[in-house]
Every structure is written in structure tokens, then in C-alpha cells.
């Protein structure tokens, strides 16, 4: 086991709200790290944009702080270029179910091993609370004081379908059980998605740390088939008065990078490119 | 008309391989020691539209196409109906009488009728042989050698079996006897083998890939697009022999931020589409701008705006691509002109990618990207691949700061996997570190690292080329494509009309080499050709050097200029 601290930006500490539920995923994330032992030269994290994107600034590895919604596309990339990394995606909810909904369906069904984690507080933070594709029907804001009139993306489902390997639903409010989550997602070899519920105290005021304690459940304790593909999409859908955490599906199926990596006996970013010969492509026009 | 130069052209219904006709034709005069121009017209259709390929041959160097042909084979109608007003008075019109019932319209020209049909259906081939019979009636009608058509196909086969050439051949041979029979003469006296160094024929298109995976190119991303549809077709078939990942991603959005993964993974990367799918790009680019990250983007130009003409030719996306993306950021912009440039240029576009982390944009168009041209192969020994500031070490043990200001705008760099070298490769605006800072003399010095690599790139780029007589009191001015057209005009108008002109060609757009355009051109005459409406290389002059072109040559109805009626128009205006 690693030390939480490697992953600490000396002196700088984050600039969410005080009990921001971002706080939770970022604790849970260093001592996923730190317990998998994970070296931070190894690591490579993309961040989207907004408050889960902010992140970036608060973990020594490498990062890449891309564009809001297409931080699963950058990942994928480094993923393809040297896939002796582990690459990780921090994102939001405006992010990842918006903006760059296609980016995740087309992941999963590559199956392409990188591990994305969705920051889901149900609104547009960093922008002063506007809803988001999770928000609830019905909910109320500023820019739609009528309620919301479109029902919520179903992420988990869809990932299911798209072919996702992994997918889970954690909640920033129980630590240890998201420590665990985050641990099995990274280990998973294939593309995994992890939903994790957090309050946004400032703009949401619908779902509350109240709200999500009164609401989750652990699947764990419900002794829950994880490996079983119809009862992960029926659980992966319970929305109502109970919502589960923790693997709601995996599967092993043979992953994108392997196929490309085939192709090399090194990685494609660390090939030797000094030399090569085009004589032959050359001959092939004469 | 001399017996060392002959335009042909063929048409046809979609689905009816005149493409791989067009190509094949193609390699068996440049086996016989000939130079090529070759271009495809098709409309954005699989089947059932009509397509062409017209080829001009000649002993001596040429660039561009010409009009009008001297033989014109048509395998429908449609060509007889369209393209029958290409024919030079005096020319032969190649068909099939038995196949439709088209009258020619003109008296002024030759009728050889071969019985195409006839002849495939007698050899038990599909209707589809036609055209390789086409290609046999064509070099008897020409006087040309049929083995060498004959080593063509084979080329063009070998990959199918020896079954499948021996009746492309066959169905050749059968239309080469047929002629050779009932119409023993050839066309004005005949056009034999030359003598001529061992050729290249190929795209625009496929010297840039050439250049690509020369310069160690290992990811590239593409959502397939016309005109650099090629560009994949070419890379998929040798990426597993060079060792390249080529992903075909779920949009343009994907590719390119994809590609700035791999790229920020140490991977030298790149993305080819046309002005759709870079419209999709731009966020992408200023990705690679503001964090840094070297990418060479092709754009290959096709007419706009929106959907446009798929399948045809222009360069009015200049001003975009100089101008894509918000905000301060330095991107290199170079507009190669021929295949022999393409080449070359995409070498030095990734050195460039890499020496000033910044995105590098290759212009191309369909005309440049998906003619034929011939050329000799390339000269690849002072090749050398510049990774820039690169740190190749696997650990770092001073205290790495990735955005650190320097003189030149660069910084040294590291990729995942370096111990000690990591950072926040940032969207943000950032500190030396990467750090996302708003205070304002942080910003304003990480605006300036930004451009600032616009004099280091200005430093080490000529950007310009200078052809013909430089003492000339007017000078041609054009960029990209129509290089062809214009070097091939000037020929004309120094052969036939004893006019010697100059032409500067302008290489780099960004930086843009402006003390270099401004002592070609500040004195002289100016004759600015374009293929948009615009004038857009026209008004970076205008913006630049504060010179006006003179007179502007444009053409933008989705075609290319040919070079006898660009020789007219600059007459015109001389």
C-alpha cells in the first residue's frame, strides 16, 4: 500500500465549496491510487471541464485537463499510444452524458481499457446551477422555472448496452465503499464506467447529502450477481425510492488496445521512429 | 500534333472500375518511359452516375490537365452525350455501336467502333471487362505496346490471383486485336515506348501517407471524408507493415482529440478530412494549441460551405484554417503543390509539429490529393526526424517546469511514463507549470510563450519557391494545387507565345513569409490565380505586405484549372 500524500499538488489545496461532494470522490481517488500502489508516472488522468474537471490542479500524475465533454476521446488516444498506462478519466455529468454522450457509448462497445469516472451532481456547477442531463423531470431552476421538461440520460443502462465491461454507481457519502469501486474499476482490463453520486450543496438542492443517504443502497449486501447481464440492466435502471451502489455489471471480453497492440512488439509512443525505410512503399508506384 | 503526347478519356457508369481503368492506363505509359496527368470526375454517387478519367501523356515533364482529348472512349451513353464537346476536331470517339444507340452529333470527328460487349461476352467474362477491352482497343488505336498495358494489369491484379489477370488481360488482348484488324492505322502516326528514368505514379494523397509514416507517423485518426477518403484506404493497408494505429472514430471530434491523447502519450500523430470535418476539428486544434501538443492535420479542400460539391476540387478554406479556433495560438499553415511537396512537406510538417509543439496544417484538395501525377521517387537520405525538445530520458531529476518560458516559445517536454516529468497538460490558461492561473501578467506571458513560436517558425522557414523568370516584369502568384497549371501555362506561353513569366509560389501561410513576397513581388505586375472566389492568398498579401494583385485569375465552379485554359486567361489579362 502507497502513500495517500504522493498524489498531493504541494501547496495547494482545492477550491470546491466547503462540503462539496467532489471532496469525497478525491479522498476516495488518492487512497484508490495509493492502495493499488499506483505510480504516478504511470498514471495518466484526463479531466473534462467544470468542477469535477478542476481536480487536475489537485493530483500529482500525469494529467491532461482537456475540453468539456471530450476527455473519453483524449483518454482513449493515450490509451492507444502507450498502453502500459493506466488512464483514468475524472468528468461530470454535463460532460460525459451531454456533451460527449457518443464518446462514452463508442468507448464502451471498443471496450478500450481505460476507467471513466463521472462526478454526477445532477447540475452545471461551475456555469451557477443549471440542470444537467441528469436532472431530475420536474426539478426547477433558474433557467427553467417551469421544471425540467425532458426526463434524465440513464447512463448506466446505456453503457450496458453499448458494451460496457464494467459499470458501477458509487456516492461520494460512503468513502470506504468508493475506495473499493474505484480499486475494482482501474483493475478491471476493459472499459469501465463509474457514476458517482455527489451532492452540489450550492445549486442542487434537490439531491442533498440527505437525499442520497436517505436513497442508496449497497448491492453487495443484496447479494447481487454481478456477472449477470439482465439483472445488471434491471438494477442499473431502479431510480425510485432505492438507488444501488457498487459493480452492477462486469464481463471479460478481449479489449481495443489489445488488437492494436498487436501491432507492435513496443509501445506506439516508444517505437523507434529514427530510420524507417518508405523504399519499399515507393516501389510499390514505380 | 506531335507523336510524343496524346489526351485520353474515358467514361462510364459508376461501378464500372473507370477509376482502376484510369490508373492502370495510367502506369502503363509511365512504364513506357511517359509522364502522367490523370484526374477522376465523379458526382457523390456509387452507382448509376457517371464518372470519368482523363489522362494526359507526354515525353516531356507535365503537371496539370489539358483540354481538349484526342481520343475519347465511352462506355455509355452519358459520355457520348456530356463529353463529346471535349473531343478535338479531328479526334476518334472509341464505342461500342451495338451496345447504345447514341448518334455523335459531330461530323468533325473519327467513329472506331469495337464491339466491347461482343468480345468480353465471347471470352465468358462479366459485362464488367468492358472496360479492360477498352483499355486493350485504346493502345492499338494509340500505337502503343500492349505488354505494357499487359504488365499494368498484372500490377494492378497479382494481389487477386493469376486467374483473375489472365482475363483482365485477355479482355485487353481482345480489344488490342480487334483494332489492331479493322483499323490497322493508328491515331496521327502512332505513340511508341520513350526513353525515360523509372516513375512514380501517384496522388497527392498518397505521398503525404509516404511522408507520414516516413516521419514515424504512429496514430492517426479518420471519419472517411472526400477528398482524403484515400488517405485511409492507403494508410489501413500498410499500417500493420509500419506499425501505425489508425482508428476510424465515431466523428471528427473524436479523431482529433484522440490524436492529441496519443500525441501527449509521445506518439507522433495526425488527422486527414476535408472542410466538414475540420469545422468539427477547430475546438480540437486550439486543445493542441493552448496545451501544446504537436498534430498535423491534412485538411483536403473540396467546395463549400456546408455539404458543397463532395467530389470536386477548390481552396477556399485558406482563411479558415489560418483563422480556426478562438483565442492567441501560433499553428503552422502550408499548402503543398504537387506530390513531390506533399511528400516532403508532411515530413517536415511532423518535425515542425514537434520542434514548436504546436498543431501544423497541411492544405490539399481533391485535384492535388486524388490525381495521379508522376515523379521520380523520392530522395529520403537527409531525411532526419526532429523530435524538438523531446526529453527521451525514462526519468527526470531536476525540477521539470513544462511551460517554462524560453527565448523561442518552446519548452521541453515529457510523456507519460517519465519518472519526475509530470504536469497539467492544460486547456486552461496556465503558469509555467500548468497550473491554471488568472492573474494577469501570468496570462499575458503565457499568451506571448503561444506566439512567440511564430518567429521561431518564421526563423527557420523559407516559405516561399520562386519559378521561372525571376526577371520577369510580371509574375503568376498562386499557391498550393494550381502550381501545376500555372508551371505548365508558363511553358505554353514561353513555347508558343515566346512570354516568359515568373511565378511566386507561396509555401507557408502561417508563418507568412512576408519580406520574401514582398521582394518578388513590390515593383512588378501581379497576376494572383486562385481556385475560390475570394482571392483569400490575394488579401493575406493585401494584409501583409500591403500589395494588390493586379489582376486575379479565379476559378471556382468545383474544378480544377487546366493549364491551356489558364495560358488563355493570363493572356487575357497580360
Known sequence: MGDVHRYDVPGTWPTWCPGCGNFGIWNAMKNAYANMDLAPHNTAIVCGIGCSGNLSYWINTYVLHSLHGRSIPVAQGIKLANSDLTVIVHAGDGDTY?????????????????????HDNQVYGLTTGQPSPTSFKGTKWKVAPEGVFASPVTPLPLAIIAGATFVGRGFSGENKHLIELMEKAILHNGFSLVDIGQPCITFNHVNTWKWWNDHVYKLDETGNDRFDYELALKKAQEAGDKIPVGVLYEVERPTFDDEYRSLNTETLAHTPIDDIDVDKLMARHL | MNNSRLNWKIGGEAGYGILTVGEIFSKAFVKGGYHVVAHPEYPSLIRGGHNTFQLRIDAQRIRAPIQPVDILVALNAETIELDLNDLVPGGVLLYDMKSFNVAPTREDITLCDVPLTQLVTDLHLPKVAVNMAAMGASVALIG?????LSTAIQDAFEGKGEKIVEQNVSAARAGYDYVKRAYPEPYKGGLGP???PSRMTLTGNDAICMGAFKAGMKFIAIYPMTPTHNVMTYIAAHAREYGVAMVQPEDEITGINMAIGASFAGARSMVATSGGGFSLMVEGLGLAGATENPLVVVEGQRPGPSTGLATRTAQADLRFCLHASQGDFFRVVLAPGDPEECF??????????????TPVLILTDKHLGTSFFTTEPFETLGLTVDRGLLLTERKVTTDFIRYETTATGVSARTVPGVEGGMFNSNSDEHDERGYFSEDAPVVAASVDKRCRKHFTAAALLEGIKFHGNDSSDTVLVGWGSTKGAILDAMEFLKTRDGVDLGFLQVLFMSPFPSQLVKERLVGRRVILIENNRGAQLGSLIKEHVQIRPDRTILRYDGRAFNADELCERIKGVL
Do not use: K
Open chain 2, 194 to 196: 520513350t526513353e525515360g
Open chain 1, 98 to 118: 451531454g456533451e460527449g454522450l457518443a464518446h462514452l457509448l463508442h468507448a464502451a462497445r471498443r471496450n478500450i481499457d481505460i476507467t471513466v469516472f463521472v
Open chain 2, 344 to 357: 516532403y512537406e508532411t515530413f517536415r510538417a511532423f518535425n515542425l509539429a514537434d520542434t514548436l509543439q
Open chain 2, 144 to 148: 502503343y505496346e500492349l505488354a505494357l
